[in-house]
């Protein structure tokens, strides 16, 4: 079991910028995907990016991409979501998780706890 711990969530406002980090320990992170989702209040959760941890192809939702982009340091096991031009819309607990390289949350076997990321003036 992989165990993942995200920070860098926070307060912006429209159309500012955070990073999140996703820090892995335990068994080794280089043969799994990484993805990153959110849930907004009183919605489901849904996918925003994810990444090839050996390949680094890259997979994103239609409403983020050209925003956020998603990088491994295979070096530190971590991995990021750079997130820019943030919108209101884009507020939301924030999970990453690791597992078969994927769009669906249900390819993935190890999540952490989640960052909440509010944008709001």
């Known amino acids: 079991q992989v165990q993942l711990e995200e920070s860098g969530g926070g307060l912006v406002q429209p159309g500012g910028s955070l990073r999140l980090s996703c820090t892995a320990s335990g068994r080794a992170f280089s043969r799994f995907g990484m993805g990153w989702f959110r849930q907004a209040p009183g919605k489901e959760r849904e996918f925003v990016a994810a990444?090839?941890?050996?390949?680094?192809?890259?997979s994103y939702k239609d409403s983020v991409e050209g925003r956020f982009t998603i990088a491994v340091d295979k070096a530190r096991n971590t991995g990021y979501l750079q997130m820019n031009t943030l919108k209101p819309e884009d507020t939301a607990v924030y999970y990453c998780a690791a597992g078969h390289y994927s769009v669906y949350a249900y390819e993935y076997d190890s999540w952490g706890r989640g960052t909440q990321v509010t944008v709001s003036s």
């Open positions: 990444i090839s941890w050996n390949h680094g192809t890259t």
